[in-house]
């Protein structure tokens, strides 16, 4: 019924695929796609709310992302962004407007007709009220307009930087049909389970317990695509078990770094499996040491500097990390070319400096060689937090301040830090969403209420930041825009409100059989519609 | 004599010596492994025998097998003790006010020990100490949560039976408080057949211990041979020796004291044969 | 039948203050816990502080204690067991999707203890102080001082790595679910390793209660006079011997019941079999407090229904303790 895929996308594909990291031989990346086939992959979670317009998270995206499409999406290529609902954007001069031409032609999966009233259903319904990164990034929306259906015009109360609804538009821009959603109670909604949107697989089952289906659009906007048939999430919470089906073929794809990072040495050596390193960097986690300044000693500067001295970074990335990670030097991924700036005065690893510095900032060493003792909470979210957070006792231990480890379960730790302030350190993991403004200048910005998650309760309130942060957020030009966040990354280096470690993303392990992964920076979290099986 | 015949018996040889080793080698933790036993000294993951700096290896992040080890014996014999101690005061304390105050307290009191006997005990614990944060003292709590009841009961049948005895009439005449009678003179007598719980809930703390630390409950500030266990867990298909280890070392915990648990019964039952 | 009748009306009226309690103080835990199911939801989506408001207001979490244990009672009078939101469906749902895989795998480890422990038992017990008692005795002790999860462990390297003789974990295989007697197999297969983990920890049990029942059986009176009479040894053993000595072995049956969920939460982790165990543990860490109370119930249950079977039994075992008809 469709036509084969044509020679223009097939060099598309070509030009993503060919960077993947320790792939096997370049000769199969330039085989003809294949049409077929259903890819069987390992889920670790089942969302509860699996609505990405709604639950802007990781775990969402990893399903509902070939359902339910965003304005654009991140690539390597070009300017970073390729159209999907939206064809072309521009911003007003003023920042007060963003122009979005859509795609005409497409069709919901149940039938009706996608149009620019739909964008402004969710932008205005659902991205500014209900979802957890839009209700900062779109809080001075004040109206949609749709001239006709292929036009939506944001109109913003604020003058608000288009470069930030640039850089949002991958992870906060998921379009959801206003018809089904319009008039009902949208958080609960029975299509935030069983989903309807435009993209290239259609929804079709969940198994609570036991795996999600997907299956091919036949309707799909990029006709020829998908080239799977369907796609089969197995819910598979044990690293083991995932390892293992990778190795026996039962599943092709392990995302996420499910895979635990000790067996993939081993597993790459196996036959027709590849570990692929690429394809995150819009996902970009960074490791961190949240300090609490309520505390006298944590909030005099030196300390502070003082404790990020007595961080050997590059073992923590090696030996933590097994290598899978970059050494941070600040709250910008180095990935960020945007805004990455390495211009900081970071400390670096030297104990002897920060030995001194304590010296200086009064706190000397008492007769069992202990300057001062610290509540040091690492949080459970990750193998490698807690695990760093073993380290960083040892380390804080050489330079002669004590640290007891407090360890709670997810919701213990997200109420002791970010509710109660009970803590003085801990180890956090904060996510990097490609600009400040999404999700990282929140963890400097002062005067926060208490009880917000992942943001900054640490009793940090240093009035040239918070300015810095607050021109950022109107600065319409991209340019000054970057350089305000060039000065920010600098206050932020020679301040260490939070001492930034390392940056890391996630590591799949594939079957050779699958092709074109890791063909943009959020692959994981793409719409897989040009992923294809070699038979 | 006969009693100490008895203990000293095959079993009971066999398990003083195994516990004797685990004690000592506690004892002798910092002398042979000076220093913090979770600090990261060497190479990640070197293999047991083949370096001598590290006898039985380094784990993952690079610590010393042997220190870690014989540092947890610290911990392992400090939870059992302190288990044993409040589980058999919270145990005596509730099967004496049961036993001797009998009526609608003991009713209650028998139906909360049926409460506690009929939850899985183990999940009780879990929760426990998840939610009150893992530390010394929150294992120890939830260890005794579920093994209260043994000497409860135990010890409520004891005096019931010892009640009816003259020597309880005869103090009452003498106008002592209840109380008194009750903690001052009925108890001792009481005593013994609880005594030979004593090792039975060691043992039981100690590997109610290990797999609270090996769900990652345990005390993140010292060593416990279950964490080893949960540590090595990640690299059990290249180095299960790190799991192997500790795991060992439980086993031959366990094991000598239920023997010395075993030869101690049969010392104390002989006696009470004599009697 | 009537002592049976008396037995099960006391049984089941000491039950209620027993669930009651249990409901009560898994409550008041629960409670006491910092953090509350929102701040688990939070840690996966994050939120500003109006969606943490609105979650709380939502999910009734920013009721009262009594409020919410009122709400909670009065649903369970309903026999309704609430909604889970760590899940997004109702308890019952949950837990009796989990619940056949524990039962599966808790009741094969006990079958399995139960006849190879007692006939080991027997075989020990018959001749004390022989070779293959001292071998089966010595067995008995390592294995009962063994840790449940360190010897699932052992068990996963030694024959599903090193042999690759079994999988490495799950309750089945997940390429594509098979079905009718394939599936069957490829369960059992899946169950042979968590089942001998715990299996074989029990067998310990049996073992040394059999043995000492036999010792004890066999020095008795009756026992004499009947190897006085020229009865055949093994005639004896299993017909009078092991019968009097299954007495304090079926009790055991009926302890382990309680401790049916308890012992199978490490071997759960272990093998990854999504069981009953687990989703208690996932529901103290999610703060879901109406699926950790269907937990504890739904078990409470089925070691009061398990203790009363072992009452019967053992009133239909020993004549001392006769069933009038």
Redesign the interface.
């Known amino acids: 019924m469709k036509s084969r895929p044509s020679r223009r996308s097939v060099l598309a594909g070509l030009l993503g695929s060919g960077t993947a990291a320790s792939l096997p031989g370049a000769v199969w990346a330039q085989a003809a796609p294949r049409r077929g086939g259903t890819l ?1 992959v390992a889920a670790d ?5 699996l609505n990405p317009a709604i ?3 990781n ?1 969402v995206f990893y399903v509902a992302s070939k359902v339910i499409e965003p304005l654009a999406e991140q690539t390597y290529e070009g300017n970073g962004l390729a159209p999907r609902l939206a064809t072309a954007w521009h911003g007003s001069p003023d920042g007060r407007s963003v122009t979005f031409t859509l795609r005409p032609d497409v069709t919901w999966h149940d039938g009706r007709p996608f149009s620019s009233a739909d964008v402004a259903f969710s932008a205005l319904e659902v991205w500014k009220k ?1 979802q ?2 839009g ?2 990034v779109f809080k001075d929306l004040e109206a949609v307009d749709t001239p006709d259906a292929t036009t939506a015009v944001l109109r913003f109360a604020k003058p608000t930087p288009f470069q930030l609804i640039q850089n949002a538009l991958p992870a906060l821009t998921a379009v959801v049909p206003k018809h089904v959603y319009e008039g009902s109670d949208i ?1 609960a909604n029975p299509a935030n ?1 069983r989903l309807i949107g435009t993209g290239p697989f259609r929804f079709v089952e969940h198994r ?3 795996f999600y289906r997907l299956e091919r659009n036949p309707n799909y906007w990029d006709s020829g695509k998908p080239y799977l048939d369907a796609i089969v999430y ?1 819910v ?3 690293p ?2 995932v390892a ?2 990778i190795e ?1 073929n ?2 092709q794809l392990a995302a996420f770094s499910s895979v ?1 990072l ?2 993939l040495a ?1 597993i790459g050596r196996v036959p027709g499996v590849a570990v692929v390193t690429k394809g995150y960097e819009g996902i970009t986690y960074q490791l961190t040491v949240e300090i609490n300044h309520r505390r006298k000693e944590l909030a005099d500067v030196r300390v502070r500097r003082a404790i990020s001295h007595a961080i050997d970074r590059k073992f923590v990335v090696d ?2 990390f097994l290598g899978y990670a970059e050494t941070a030097t600040g709250p910008v991924p180095k990935f960020d070319k945007q805004f990455h700036t390495a211009d900081v005065t970071t400390p670096g690893f030297d104990p002897r400096r920060a030995e001194a510095l304590l010296d200086e900032a009064g706190y000397r060493r008492g007769g069992d060689g202990v300057r001062f003792k610290l509540r040091l909470l690492p949080a459970p ?1 990750f ?1 490698q937090t807690r ?1 760093f957070g ?2 960083l ?2 380390a804080l ?1 050489a330079v002669g301040i004590d640290a ?13 830090v970010y ?2 302030h009970a803590f003085d350190l801990t180890v956090g993991s904060p996510v990097y969403r490609n600009d400040p403004a999404i ?1 990282t200048t929140i963890l400097y910005q002062g005067g ?2 208490p ?5 900054n309760q640490y009793g940090y309130n240093d009035p040239q930041m918070n300015a810095l942060i607050a021109k950022a957020a109107e600065t319409v030009d991209a340019g000054e825009r970057s350089r305000i966040y060039r000065d920010f990354q600098k206050l932020a280096g020679e301040q260490q409100p939070i001492i930034h470690v390392a940056e890391f993303t996630f590591i799949s392990v594939t079957r050779d059989r699958l092709r074109n992964v890791a063909n943009n920076p959020r692959w994981a979290t793409s719409n897989w519609a040009d992923a294809w099986l070699a038979s | 004599m006969r009693a100490a015949n008895r203990f000293f018996s095959g079993g009971g040889i066999v398990g003083t010596m195994l516990v004797a080793g685990v004690a000592i080698a506690a004892l002798l933790a910092p002398v042979v492994a000076p220093g913090d036993p979770l600090a990261l000294i060497g190479r990640p993951l070197i293999e047991p025998f083949t370096d001598w700096r590290f006898p039985l290896g380094t784990d993952r992040l690079g610590r010393d097998v042997l220190a870690e080890l014989l540092h947890g014996a610290r911990a392992t014999l400090i939870v059992g003790g302190a288990a044993m101690l409040a589980t058999l005061i919270v145990g005596i304390v509730i099967g004496t006010l049961a036993g001797f105050i009998g009526g609608t307290v003991d009713e209650a009191l028998m139906r909360l020990a049926d409460a506690f006997q009929s939850v899985p005990t183990f999940i009780l614990a879990l929760a426990f100490v998840s939610i009150a944060g893992p530390s010394l003292t929150s294992v120890v709590i939830a260890v005794s949560l579920g093994a209260w009841t043994a000497p409860a009961r135990v010890l409520r049948a004891e005096i019931l039976s010892l009640r009816r005895r003259e020597f309880v009439d005869a103090y009452r005449v003498l106008g002592m408080a209840p109380l008194h009678i009750a903690f001052r003179e009925v108890l001792p007598n009481a005593l013994p057949p609880v005594i030979t719980l004593a090792a039975v809930i060691v043992a039981n703390a100690i590997l109610v211990e290990a797999a609270l630390s090996f769900l990652g409950l345990g005390n993140p500030n010292s060593v416990t041979w279950g964490a080893m266990i949960a540590e090595g867990r990640a690299v059990f298909r290249s180095a299960p020796f790190l799991s192997a280890i500790p795991g060992v070392a439980i086993v031959v915990t366990v094991l000598g004291v239920n023997l010395l648990g075993d030869a101690a019964n049969d010392a104390i039952n002989a006696r009470q044969a004599q009697v | 039948m009537s002592r049976a009748w008396t037995v099960a009306r006391r049984r089941l009226l000491h039950s209620i203050p027993v669930l009651a309690i249990v409901v009560l103080g898994m409550f008041a835990l629960l409670e006491a816990a910092s953090g509350d199911a929102v701040d688990a939801y939070l840690a996966v989506s994050g939120g500003d502080a109006g969606l943490v408001a609105q979650l709380r207001q939502e999910w009734g979490l920013d009721r009262s204690f009594l409020a919410r244990l009122g709400a909670y009672l009065a649903a369970l009078g309903r026999f309704d067991l609430g909604w889970s939101v760590a899940f997004s469906r109702p308890v019952i749902a949950v837990v009796f999707e989990r619940a056949p895989n524990t039962l599966l795998m808790m009741g094969a480890a006990i079958c399995f203890s139960f006849f190879a422990g007692t006939l080991l038992g027997v075989a020990a017990g018959v001749r004390p102080g022989s070779v293959r008692d001292r071998i089966l005795s010595a067995l008995a002790l390592i294995l009962y001082a063994t840790p449940s999860f360190w010897l699932g462990l052992m068990l996963l390297v030694s024959f599903a790595v090193k042999l690759s003789w079994f999988p490495l974990g799950g309750i089945e295989n997940i390429g594509m679910p098979e079905t009718g007697i394939a599936r069957v197999i490829d369960i059992a297969h899946h169950l042979v390793l968590p089942v001998l983990s715990l299996g074989l920890i029990y067998l310990a049990l049996y073992l040394r209660l059999m043995r000492s029942g036999m010792v004890e059986a066999w020095r008795s009176d009756y026992i004499r006079t009947a190897r006085a009479k020229g009865l055949a040894p093994n005639r004896i053993a299993f017909r009078h011997a092991a019968r009097n000595a299954l007495l304090p072995v079926v009790t055991m049956l009926g302890l382990q019941a309680g401790a049916l969920l308890s012992g199978s939460v490490v071997v759960e982790s272990v093998f990854a079999i999504p069981g009953m165990g687990r989703l208690a543990f996932e529901a103290v860490t999610q703060r879901d407090v109406p699926l950790l109370l269907g937990v504890f119930l739904v078990s409470t249950i089925m070691v009061i229904v398990a203790n009363f079977c072992v009452d019967l039994l053992y009133a239909q075992l020993d004549p001392r303790v006769a069933v009038e008809d």
């Not at chain 1, 009880?451 to 943001?455: A, E, R």
């Open positions: 069987i979670s089942e969302p509860r709310n639950v802007a998270s775990g209900l957890n990164l209700r900062v958080n389970t609570p317990g036991q197995r598979l919470p044990d083991g078990a293992a089906a026996a039962q599943i635990p000790a067996d081993r030996t933590v979210f193998e695990q073993d380290y006792r040892q231990r007891e480890i407090v360890r709670n379960d997810t919701p213990g730790h997200l109420r002791a509710t109660d999700s926060l209420p009880g917000v998650p992942f943001s």
